[in-house]
């Protein structure tokens, strides 16, 4: 169990990683769709300063998840994989599509106006991406996996096909939208450009609390026996609690032009929904009391051999990768603060 438990510390604190990093620049992509004609450049290049070459780092916290997934928890990557097979596909679809538009708009050396078309498709495959990740989240905390799979249908689709996953799904692009803009309030070059990106931060910030009530108030009515957990579950409460408790200093350090406090609140936030459903979750991927289907990640770990070689990688793995990590974001940084 020791050697368990830590394989799942580091999993979950890689899916905490991509979600902070990663949710950070998808949140960004998502903002150029609302940088209207005036100062849409300069928004762009700011936000390429941002982001520079660690948006690509950052994907190494959903690599490294997956090969958790693979290595110790076999069972779980291929049930996934199948259920959620249109889903992933779509996600992955998405991140090649942003990532290549984004270097193509940042190092193509001639500029006309592609340029336009790499910003377009760079901000709908952010929004793209995002939506089908929170759909996956909410697919599992919906756990509408058919317990006999006779068709297509059953195997591949009805597990996210549903009003939920797509609430979740427009929940998760407001609530990175506004963690991003708390970043990029302190990366502006002028009071202008920080103005319009606190603005954004509001909107995006009452988009996020919208479709946040939205959830609650849909799995309400259709008596999702997860929302019954989550009340049952004292950690889950106090994080929701807090959560929204830290929504009135947001907004107090917005209209006080507090922008360093202002990020740091945002990431608090981010942390607490995703200790909270991690607390509601956990050790379930998926389960649904009304179906009778289930998967316990405590019964899908890998031959104890597996487990042993795993934790032993992981743990020199992390020696290797945080340091040279911290070093590149502390470089880069002050690189562009000059």
Not at 169 to 186: H, M
Not at 192 to 211: D, T, V, Y
Request: one cysteine or more.
């Amino acid at each position: 169990m020791t050697t368990v438990n830590f394989i799942l510390i580091v999993l979950g604190a890689s899916l905490w990683l991509y979600l902070i990093l990663a949710g950070a620049d998808l949140g960004a992509g998502i903002l150029e769709l609302f940088k209207g004609k005036k100062d849409g450049r300069i928004q762009e290049q700011m936000i390429e300063r941002a982001m520079g070459p660690v948006w690509e780092v950052n994907h190494i916290w959903l690599i490294l998840s997956v090969v958790i997934f693979f290595v110790g928890f076999p069972k779980v990557y291929s049930e996934l994989s199948i259920i959620f097979h249109i889903p992933l596909t779509a996600m992955l679809i998405g991140i090649v599509f942003r990532g290549t538009a984004f270097a193509f708009r940042h190092y193509d050396a001639i500029k006309d106006k592609t340029q336009n078309l790499y910003s377009l498709i760079f901000a709908l495959s952010s929004l793209w991406t995002t939506l089908w990740i929170g759909i996956i989240i909410g697919s599992l905390i919906l756990g509408n996996v058919p317990a006999t799979r006779t068709d297509f249908l059953d195997v591949y689709v009805y597990s996210w096909l549903h009003p939920f996953p797509l609430l979740t799904g427009l929940f998760l692009c407001s609530l990175l939208a506004y963690i991003s803009a708390t970043y990029l309030v302190a990366e502006s070059p002028n009071s202008r450009i920080s103005g319009l990106f606190r603005r954004r931060a509001i909107k995006a910030n009452i988009c996020s609390i919208f479709f946040g009530g939205s959830l609650f108030l849909y799995a309400h009515l259709s008596e999702i026996t997860h929302l019954q957990d989550f009340f049952k579950n004292r950690l889950s409460l106090t994080a929701f609690g807090l959560s929204t408790l830290l929504l009135f200093f947001q907004w107090h350090y917005i209209k006080k032009n507090r922008e360093k406090k202002l990020r740091f609140f945002g990431v608090a936030q981010l942390t607490l929904i995703f200790l909270g459903w991690m607390a509601v979750q956990f050790p379930y991927v998926y389960n649904n009391h009304k179906l009778g289907v289930s998967l316990n990640i405590y019964k899908t770990v890998a031959p104890i051999e597996t487990l042993h070689h795993l934790m032993i990688a992981l743990a020199i793995g992390v020696l290797l990768i945080i340091p040279p990590y911290l070093y590149l974001l502390h470089i880069f940084k002050r690189t562009v603060k000059k």
